[in-house]
């Protein structure tokens, strides 16, 4: 992540009296990063044994191997708002681990906008988090903070804030990383150099403490080969793995795109690293975009360790498309990779290229949708369906459920924590209750409840549908009318209990709560809320956004702007692999399930496709996703 800072050209060499000069640029290419390692063998880049992408969504990733067992992950969240944390014994397992939001945004001052690129460490029995912030009235004012935590278990005990990482210039800084070598702890991060011509360099201190700097702040490199200096001048995102005799720096440069790459600065491991001159700059960026495995902007890696505790992992994010309407900082979807990193017969790194997306040799972990439908035969009767696609769906069992009273319409379909699966549904087509049920296995269903909504006068609870939002809290929305047909609109319901037995009172979706909007069905997706209703009098599905969950609500979508044609209800979104979304939409008029499919954040879809073996039969359903050996 980079940003303009504003300077005139100069080439200014001194930081608190230490000479600053170019390591010479060489063919020395490396890279590696754990405290104390072995030495590296020499062997080729092999084919990465995971599952790629690891973690969606989840740019600058960082994952550090603990003496508890646990792989500890954290990245940037394209909201820019919060810290997450997950853990897991095993890298794969790190995909499917509970997110916890350890630390949010300000809301006003200092290290209220644009956090960036958290780092994770354990520092002298403490835990630490290294991160960027921006100002809430300056969001490009981006400085480096520190968070520390004593408790052994980073999920527990406090975090608390130490402050900035004050560094000789106040400028524009970002991505700390942290490494210790022959005994002394080092920081490296990415600067705007005053009166320099470019974004950032790279930077190297030692440390007093983990929050503060001591000695001369020497400047590493900074963007001078063409492919250093595509959109933006940067040389950004440091990481170091040590090797072989020698330390190795990996670094990002140019725009967040498809330009996006890796630089390499090599050292001695028994030379003075403060000294600019002990470092060589390889001439040619080491990992880059693919046009064969269509993984694009590969960048801001860190390296860990594979479970048998030899076997290095290069760490990284990359999109799976190359081109990118607006700002590509405001596209979401950065995913997290990893694959084997390899050594060549030199002692060098060798990064080989990003792998495709694909699962794992031998591991059986596949897509899974599920589908809980009710059908033209039967209100009262609950379908469920598979589908590995998110196209072909097939009949797991039907019927699945039947409720002991009332109806099951719109039944909407969630994975909990606690491990079962939940529904919720419309019980009637008057009254004001909505019901639930859930099951272990998505075959056997065991009624819970109706739950009455505390609301006065209401006629029609239509629709309800389960919203987790990016925090793990859970809601839903349903939609209420005390005026017969006329007056529909959303309404949200705050799970209070972690059983999900009890609810706030329902609190109206501004900006869409006074159009007679029905079946709202919203996710959240690169730092907004997007909702797709419809609109019961015209019978189109609109689609309107918010930055907050209960809105204010603006309409990007009216009528029949996306092609999907009227008389269409039921609509129920779900992510595809490729970081696109398919929505499914009920023609009900004349009995055809329709869906289509979006890639650039909602504007535009491609043509509807009718949905094969469900037309005339299934009606109103969701899709839930998950991955499963």
């Not at 106040?170 to 700390?176: G, N, P, Q, V």
């Not at 490296?188 to 011509?197: F, I, K, N, S």
Request: proline share 6%; charged share 20%.
């Amino acid at each position: 992540m980079s940003r303009d800072e504003a300077g005139e050209p100069s080439r200014r060499m001194l930081l608190k009296g230490a000479a600053l000069t170019l390591g010479a640029a060489a063919g020395g290419s490396g890279l590696a990063a754990h405290a104390a390692v072995p030495e590296k063998r020499a062997d080729a880049a092999k084919a990465a044994p995971y599952d790629n992408p690891l973690v969606r969504n989840r740019a600058d990733p960082h994952i550090h191997r603990h003496t508890d067992g646990y792989y500890y992950f954290t990245a940037t969240a394209p909201e820019y708002d919060r810290i997450i944390l997950r853990r897991s014994k095993t890298l794969r397992g790190l995909a499917g681990a509970q997110e916890s939001v350890i630390w949010k945004k300000h809301t006003n001052g200092d290290m209220g906008a644009h956090i960036w690129a958290p780092e994770i460490h354990h520092i002298n029995g403490k835990w630490y988090i290294y991160f960027a912030a921006g100002r809430t009235d300056d969001i490009w004012k981006i400085r480096m903070w520190v968070l520390e935590n004593g408790h052994a278990n980073p999920f527990k005990g406090a975090w608390s804030e130490k402050g900035r990482i004050n560094t000789a210039w106040d400028t524009f800084s970002l991505d700390a990383s942290t490494f210790v070598h022959r005994g002394t702890r080092y920081l490296t991060w990415a600067q705007h150099e005053p009166e320099l011509d470019n974004n950032t360099g790279i930077f190297l201190s030692k440390m007093a403490d983990p929050w503060t700097l001591t000695g001369p702040q020497v400047r590493l490199s900074t963007p001078e080969y063409d492919w250093e200096r595509i959109g933006y001048k940067v040389n950004e995102g440091a990481s170091v793995i040590q090797g072989n005799g020698r330390v190795f720096m990996t670094y990002s440069a140019s725009a967040t795109d498809h330009n996006y790459c890796l630089g390499l600065l090599t050292a001695d491991a028994r030379s003075d690293l403060l000294n600019p001159t002990s470092w060589t700059k390889s001439p040619v960026p080491v990992f880059r975009s693919n046009d064969t495995t269509k993984q694009y902007g590969p960048g801001h890696n860190s390296f860990t360790v594979a479970e048998d505790g030899r076997t290095d992992v290069l760490v990284y994010h990359a999109r799976q498309y190359k081109e990118i309407t607006g700002d590509p900082l405001n596209d979401p979807n950065r995913h997290t990779r990893i694959q084997r990193l390899g050594w060549t017969a030199d002692g060098t790194p060798d990064f080989g290229v990003p792998v495709a997306d694909a699962p794992a040799p031998g591991n059986a972990a596949v897509n899974r949708y599920t589908m809980t439908a009710f059908t033209n035969s039967s209100e009262s009767n609950m379908y469920v369906y598979e589908s590995a696609d998110a196209t072909t769906y097939k009949l797991l069992k039907g019927p699945a459920y039947t409720p002991p009273t009332g109806l099951i319409r719109d039944p909407s379909i969630l994975k909990y924590t606690d491990g079962y699966y939940y529904i919720v549904y419309t019980t009637n087509w008057t009254g004001n209750t909505i019901g639930f049920a859930r099951s272990r296995d998505r075959v056997n269903w065991t009624f819970l409840r109706n739950y009455t909504i505390p609301m006065a006068g209401l006629d029609r609870t239509w629709a309800p549908e389960w919203f987790v939002d990016e925090d793990g809290s859970v809601s839903i929305i349903v939609s209420l009318t005390t005026n017969d047909l006329t007056d529909f609109a959303p309404h949200l319901l705050r799970a209070t209990r972690a059983d999900l037995s009890a609810w706030a009172p329902p609190v109206v979706l501004r900006g869409i709560h006074n159009s007679n909007y029905i079946d709202t069905f919203v996710v959240r997706d690169g730092g907004k809320y997007h909702a797709f209703c419809k609109q019961e009098t015209t019978k189109y599905i609109e689609y309107a956004s918010a930055p907050a969950l209960t809105g204010p609500y603006t309409f990007q979508g009216r009528g029949d702007w996306a092609g999907f044609g009227s008389w269409n209800e039921g609509q129920a979104l779900v992510r595809l692999d490729d970081g696109g979304w398919r929505i499914y939409f009920d023609a009900y008029r004349d009995g055809t399930y329709y869906y289509c499919d979006s890639h650039d954040g909602f504007r535009t879809w491609s043509p509807r496709r009718q949905l094969p073996g469900l037309s005339g039969f299934a009606r109103h359903f969701t899709v839930l996703k998950e991955r499963v050996q």
